[in-house]
């Protein structure tokens, strides 16, 4: 069993090198459908994953200065409080309740489908955003978007551990069209540190990390994630993002029902 979720990791670690969609978004899903591991402990595993996962990615990106610390600092004002009041509500109702791991599951199953929507849409709705420049929103208003948008996904984060990767990356882009592509992409990973640091540390004082499977998790996500960055650009993205879109899809179809 080891061995299969070292090589689970090594898949996972592979296709988010090669699509850059999060982890969440194949790591719960895989861990509650295939190895039965309930969807709490699923959740807490995987933001503590995350944490030293997006770590490692967060110093390389300060390192470009391909973050943007103003957004940051907003996103985290929203998104920090968030998770600290949404595990204190999983503590309330008991996080490894049956009932609270079906709400659970059905939250992956939303936030998988969110995903869905991102890896589809993301395009489109740039293409929208830069059609109509004047909708855009500016000042006050775009901090306050910014704000709320990292409360929400604070939320997202904490119970489903979905939504800081493809569906944060697809928010930065809408209300922040001018960023370029590495900025979106360091300014997501550098919010999401201490989104699912503090989301996992609710997790484990709600008892709900495998510390073991955390491990072995690790120990095939590094190389996969360093071998798919690598071929990344020999495989069409089109293709990947199409491909990965159906197999969620799938997977939310299969968490519901």
């Not at 992956?108 to 991102?118: E, Q, R």
């Not at 551990?161 to 300014?187: C, D, F, K, W």
Request: aromatic fraction near 8%.
């Amino acid at each position: 069993m080891l061995i299969t979720y070292i090589v689970s990791g090594f898949a996972v670690g592979l296709l988010v090198g090669m699509t850059g969609v999060g982890g969440g978004s194949l790591m719960t899903p895989l861990l509650t459908l295939i190895f039965g591991v309930p969807p709490s402990v699923a959740v807490g595993t995987d933001l503590a994953f995350a944490s030293i996962t997006k770590s490692a990615g967060a110093f390389t990106h300060r390192l470009r200065g391909t973050v943007r610390w103003d957004i940051v600092k907003l996103l985290c004002i929203g998104a920090l409080p968030a998770a600290v009041a949404t595990a204190l509500a999983l503590k309330q109702y008991g996080a490894l309740d049956a009932s609270i791991g079906q709400f659970i599951r059905y939250s992956i199953a939303g936030s998988v489908l969110l995903t869905v929507v991102a890896l589809i849409f993301k395009g489109k709705m740039l293409a929208w955003l830069n059609a109509h420049p004047e909708r855009q929103l500016q000042g006050r208003a775009l901090d306050a978007a910014t704000v709320f948008a990292g409360l929400g996904l604070g939320v997202l984060v904490t119970i489903s551990s979905i939504g800081a990767g493809a569906i944060g990356a697809t928010l930065l882009v809408m209300l922040y069209p001018r960023l370029s592509a590495a900025e979106v992409a360091g300014t997501d990973i550098a919010y999401a540190v201490p989104l699912t640091a503090i989301a996992a540390f609710g997790h484990w004082w709600l008892g709900s990390i495998n510390w073991t499977l955390l491990a072995m998790l690790l120990v095939g996500s590094l190389p996969g994630i360093t071998l798919g960055s690598w071929i990344a650009k020999s495989v069409p993205e089109k293709f990947l993002r199409v491909l990965l879109a159906m197999t969620l899809t799938g997977v939310a179809a299969k968490l519901i029902y």
